[in-house]
């Protein structure tokens, strides 16, 4: 019989006591505690028995609100303000990606309350019927998010009924101006093979395409099989030039100079530029990708109230600048805009200018075809 | 005689609540596995996902998997003998203040150790610092096959060494001095006593360092820059970002093929028992 | 000559080992202790993490989920584990040896096949929470309590229980006074054993565990994209001397002990 001890390696201390003068030593300990232990032992047992039985079932029970949203995406602290408040206990469940967030809420294992979604993966859960509405009367606090923001929203959810707005902002690249021949303004320096090694593209599917596309020509959003397929060619040659598919750790690596540039989000860009005053973030003159996530209660919600209370609490102007500062994204809250220093809103990377979002595009669902065929290209681009 | 049989017998319900234990969360689950391996996400029963194991993508990870798995338990077999012999040639004993100093960094989460790895391995990371400091060349090592190797090693590696050292610490002094007074030298008292009495210990290492290295995604996904997938890699995928369950489940039943195959051929030189040689 | 050199490479090769092993270890502490947020800049000595490791509310929430986790799982995978080695051990050959093959199924398996396994059971009869993770840690838990009892059955004196029920011990009170010490040491390896396991996991319970339910390693694993939090490297240095210290103890104090209980010798 085989055997894969793996911890006993671990405990050797513990495993040596099978040697004759140490059991000796733990049967004396074993007559002097037993009573207290079995004592001990049940009471634990006891406790054990009730957190299964107790916590299986009290999943979004009474007062409690399951939240699923992106990482780090919101202040710890607004959590408990918001138990504080108003009682309501929130679970708080993270994701890397749109897809992600997807795969594990159809899975049906958990029961969301709140999603915390992008712009097109929004789009496939309003499509797929997953979705309640929500009664932007009943929030007094939306109002000050601005209208351009619920007009961005509006593509993917025509009459704003099941989304109120969270983040906003760009997708271009980060890059350590000390290191680049000269200034950078287009994809192409990713794909040139100029700086070859040096280039960090996304580990998002979405996003690592749309910068191909772009750069080719095409809209990010192309249901065009040749299009997609020539953006793939693009993405397998530059493949071996590329130094990590990365996400949020993107803007690390540029920052400890592990890398020249990387595509990286707007948010990630500032935060890149306080650690390290020599970068810069460009959105490329061929166009990139202009993104808005949002919150959105599921039909499973079974207190539409206090998921509405929530989303009201998060539009409240001091909330809302709370989150603000905890991850420096551009917030579509107007009333947190205007709050802000001189400073901060020249700052490109915080409140973009206006016309900054011009020849970019907000994602939109692909059709089912090319999702599937995008989704194998991507597989065999990873694998590659 | 009687008494004993019905003592005995009675002593088998004692594992009533473990059977059942085993049935429902070992047996059932794995069952669970099979029919989702044996359904296509469309149609009915299918062998595609089973079959899918084949597809040039998944072979291709499935063969850097194998490589990674056999160069690490490879790598920790060389790196442990030397070890184990200049533990025992120094006369440091299972007690040894050195064992325990050898067996202490795995108190440290392993996620937080591999990270550390990629920081050490990085282009402008803390090896690198240390090279150039001495004139030499920068090591591009991050994201690569290398960096992964690197990271396994670091993780399996005290599993290898502990049984090696066990099965040799209980090797008799004496006989090795017999050896050396019928005249053998060094290399023929490893070859001939040393080695085959540390086989045990061998095989249990060989055990806990393969399957775990071959089917990891968490030390690729640090160190690998998402640029190189891992057969464990793939899998997790389907299950997170593709929701293809069906496809996930039949490929991790094609791995739990292959490993019961390959670990079958390894048991088969093992007495019961003998294994057991890390106690 | 030749003995020296051979002493010498060894002691360089265990060195050369030992710096391999600690290398990270000294970058974590080190970052423990940088006034910087950034994993990758250094911004002075501080000891502010420490501090604020104990209030900040999710990690301490994510360890209090580790410790009960991995303490009642291995007190529960002990208890049926203990049973079932007794059980098995008593069974004919066939039986025992189908249940052996069925304790090492968990054992050899990938983990990730494991975890899997059992997300998918799961998802079909409970919603994913803290009890589907204890359920799954107890499951990978009992081989190794099974594993580590069974050779001290076999070593067991059976006459010992046999004499005490013939001078009328009945068989709860001959099972509680007479086979359980024997087997103490095995149920206390295995029952460490199973602790240590589940406090490391990562694969099975990333795939088992609900909305909110955050042990150590799932923490730090979701964090590894947004930047780790820095008090996460104070909790695992703080983790790390404890467990030295303990260690050390473990080790140290009953050769102490036996040293200071040696004889004194009264020749002159």
Partial sequence: ?????????????????????????????????????????????????????????????????????????????????????????????????????????????????????????????????????????????????????????????????????????????????????????????????DYAGEVIMQNSMRDTYMAALKYLGYSLNSNNENEIREAQELLLKQKPDVQAYLVDEARDEVVAGNAVMAIVYSGEAYLGHQYNENLAYVIPKEGSNVWLDAWCVTKHCEDLDAAQKFLDFLCREDIAKKNFEYIYYSTPNDAVVESLSEEERADEALVPAEDATDNCEVSLQLEPESNDLMNELWKELKAD | MINRAKSVNRRTWLSSPYIVWVIGFTVIPLGVIFKYALTSRESGFSLENIVAIFEPIHLKAMVFSLEIAIGCTLICILLSYPLVLALRYLGMGRQGFTMFILILPMWMNFILRILAWQMILSNNGI???????????????????????????????????????????????????????????????????????????????IVMVFVPSMTSFVISDILGGGKLQLIGNIIEQEFTKSSNWNLGSGLSVSLMIFVLISMAFTTKNDVEGKGSAIW | ??????????????????????????????????????????????????GKLFSNGQIMEALVTTLVLATASALIATVIGVLGALGIHAMRQKNYQIMMICTNIPLLNADIVTGIALMLWFVHFIPLGF??????????????????????????????????????????????????????????????????????????????????????????????????????????????????????????????????????????
């Fill in chain 3, 1 to 50: 000559m030749v003995e020296k050199l051979k002493g010498f490479l060894s002691r360089f090769y265990i060195g050369l080992i030992i710096l391999f092993l600690y290398a990270p270890i000294l970058v974590l502490v080190m970052l423990s202790f940088n006034n910087s947020r950034s994993r990758v800049t250094w911004g002075g000595f501080t000891l502010q993490w420490y």
């Fill in chain 1, 1 to 193: 019989m085989k055997m894969k001890e793996e911890a006993a390696v671990r405990l050797r201390e513990f495993s040596d006591f099978a040697g004759s003068d140490k059991i000796l030593i733990l049967e004396r300990i074993w007559e002097m505690k037993k009573r207290v232990s079995y004592v001990c032992l049940a009471g634990l047992l006891a406790c054990s028995m009730l957190s299964v039985t107790g916590c299986g079932s009290k999943e979004g029970g009474k007062g409690s609100l399951t939240v699923f949203s992106y990482g780090e995406y919101m202040d710890p602290d607004v959590l408990d303000q918001f138990t504080e408040e108003t009682g309501i206990e929130i679970k708080y469940e993270e994701s890397l990606t749109p897809e992600e967030m997807y795969t594990k809420y159809k899975s049906g294992a958990i029961k969301y309350d709140l999603l915390c979604s992008t712009d097109y993966m929004l789009q496939k859960f309003i499509d797929e019927g997953e979705l309640q509405k929500i009664d932007r009367g009943a929030m007094e606090n939306s109002g000050n998010i601005g209208d351009k923001y619920w007009k961005l929203a509006a593509a993917f959810d025509p009459e704003n009924a099941y989304t109120v707005p969270y983040f906003w902002g760009t997708l271009g690249i980060l890059y350590d101006t000390t290191r680049v021949s000269e200034p950078v303004d287009s994809w192409d320096v990713l794909f040139n093979g």
């Fill in chain 2, 127 to 205: 090896l690198n610092f240390l090279l150039t400091k001495l004139g030499l060349d920068a090591l591009p090592l991050a994201n690569t096959g290398t960096a992964i190797m690197i990271g396994v090693v670091y993780d399996y590696l005290p599993y290898m060494v502990l049984p090696i050292f066990n099965a040799v610490a209980e090797i008799d002094e004496d006989i090795m001095e017999a050896a050396r007074d019928l005249g053998a030298n060094g290399f023929t008292v490893f070859r001939k006593i040393i080695f085959p009495l540390s086989i045990p210990g061998l095989l249990s290492g």
């Fill in chain 3, 131 to 268: 009890g589907s993770v204890l359920l799954a840690h107890i499951t990978f838990n009992i081989p190794y309590v099974i594993l580590s009892v069974m050779p001290k059955i076999r070593q067991m004196n059976v006459s010992l229980y046999e004499a005490a029920r013939d001078l009328g011990a009945n068989a709860v009170y001959a099972f509680f006074k007479v086979i359980l010490p024997q087997l103490a040491s095995g149920i206390v390896a295995g029952f460490f054993m199973a602790f240590t396991m589940s406090m490391d996991d990562f694969v099975i319970t990333y795939f088992t565990k609900g909305a909110g339910v955050n042990t150590l390693s799932t923490m730090i694993y979701g964090e590894i994209r947004k930047g780790i939090k820095p008090e996460m490297y104070a909790l695992s240095t703080m983790i790390f001397v404890f467990v030295f210290v303990v260690l050390l103890a473990a080790n140290y104090w009953p050769a102490k002990k036996a040293e200071l209980q040696k004889p004194v010798s009264y020749e002159s």
